[in-house]
């Protein structure tokens, strides 16, 4: 394990995909868009896939807003000194399900008049945006086209807010099971005959499914299938391609946590999910830790000045200024104390989540709204 942020420099220089994952709220996106920054300034054509309901992203980087096919973001605005190389290039994209979903269906329709009739189907709309991962099965999908043909040099994905963070790593794997599943495939059969003709314990799971929900939902459902039909195979073939691509050595995770002792303990269980899928953890940063205060100074020299002044002070008249001043190294030193505590604790935790660099981020004084924060960010992930 190592602490150099020059690692993570490397990292976005030889990764073709780096997936940020984490719990809630710890600055996946933040971080997202800092090693895209990063790697763009260092000469890669590099995009973000953003998924961030508050559009904050799109605000940082100066897009009105964000759309689901990626856009350059103007040279000026991420390299106003134009120190990056000339092949640097940034975009971005925010995810919409929706908007993926119905591309897809478009895409890989075989007459557009099958893509017409799953986009009309009223199971269809009510799922595109809604089911339960969704989300993350088509950040899957957005990952692949990219990586199709998107043409980047570095594809760095944001993943979804979810509870269960490591959700997305799962997606492609459940399609396939959903594909290749008993019921799924009946439904897919053209006639009403075979669903007839459909084991005794089908019949009884959809009519009691048509109990519950109504026979049209059925029907609405039926008809979705079968409108999928002649598809199925290229999500097949594509969660395929994601599963391999995401175990592809030029794939890089990337776990974000915060030094709280409950986003700890989530980021060692999302490593473990992580080694479950044969998969490691590249780089841990630890975002929004005690700023390095004190300089290169140890607790114990800020300790001995205090006291060294508190003995001046003793000898002065007006001593009210040096007592106030050794105070504040007192201070000082409690703080170098804790921040260098809090590292060693951190560090330890990287160690047992199998990182092989763990970084810190500092918390800023102010949120990160723009390409300086972004920076400032940056400067401390990649140096
Ligand atoms: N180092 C930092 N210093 C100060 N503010 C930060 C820092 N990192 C992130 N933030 C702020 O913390 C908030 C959460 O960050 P961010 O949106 O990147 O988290 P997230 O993991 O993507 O959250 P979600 O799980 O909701 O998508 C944002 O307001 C961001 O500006
Ligand atoms: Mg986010």
């Given at each position: 394990m190592s602490a150099s942020n020059a690692n993570v420099g490397e990292l976005i220089d030889r990764s073709h995909v780096v997936v940020c994952c984490g719990t809630g709220g710890v600055g996946k996106t933040t971080a997202s868009a800092v090693l895209a920054l990063a790697a763009a300034r260092r000469g890669r054509n590099a995009v973000v896939v953003t998924i961030d309901p508050a559009k904050r992203l799109a605000d940082t980087l100066g897009l009105e807003e964000l759309g689901d096919t990626a856009r350059e973001i103007d040279r000026d605005r991420w390299d106003p000194s134009d120190t990056a190389p000339a092949e640097g290039r940034l975009s971005a994209l925010m995810l919409d399900t929706r908007a993926t979903f119905d591309g897809l269906v478009h895409k890989h329709a075989e007459s557009p008049e099958q893509a017409e009739r799953i986009l009309a189907n009223r199971f269809y709309r009510n799922i595109?945006?809604?089911?339960?991962?969704t989300q993350e099965y088509m950040a899957m999908e957005k990952l692949h086209e990219l990586h199709d043909e998107g043409g980047f040099d570095l594809i760095v994905v944001d993943t979804p807010p979810t509870r269960h963070a490591l959700d997305f790593l799962d997606a492609p794997a459940r399609l396939t099971r959903l594909l290749d599943n008993r019921i799924f495939r009946l439904l897919m059969m053209p006639t009403r005959r075979s669903l007839r003709l459909a084991s005794l314990a089908v019949q009884t799971f959809l009519r009691t499914v048509a109990k519950v929900i109504g026979s049209e939902v059925i029907d609405d459902i039926v008809a979705f299938f079968r409108a999928f039909e002649g598809m199925e195979h290229g999500f097949r073939e594509r969660a395929a391609n994601v599963t391999a691509l995401l175990a592809a050595p030029t794939t890089a995770f990337v776990l974000v946590t915060s030094p709280r002792r409950d986003a700890v303990g989530e980021a060692e269980f999302f490593a473990e999910r992580l080694r479950e899928s044969d998969l490691s953890v590249d780089v841990l940063i630890v975002n929004r830790v005690h700023p390095d205060f004190g300089g290169q100074r140890t607790p114990l020299e800020l300790r001995v000045r205090a006291v060294e002044i508190t003995e001046v002070a003793n000898r002065c008249d007006d001593s009210e200024a040096a007592v106030r001043l050794a105070l504040r190294y007192e201070n000082l030193a409690d703080y170098v104390s804790l921040g260098q505590h809090e590292r060693d604790e951190l560090a330890r935790a990287g160690d047992r989540i199998g990182a092989g660099v763990v970084t810190f981020v500092p918390s800023l004084a102010h949120d990160v709204f723009d390409i300086a924060a972004l920076d400032a960010v940056g400067r401390h992930l990649v140096g």
């Open positions: 595109a945006g809604a089911l339960s991962g």
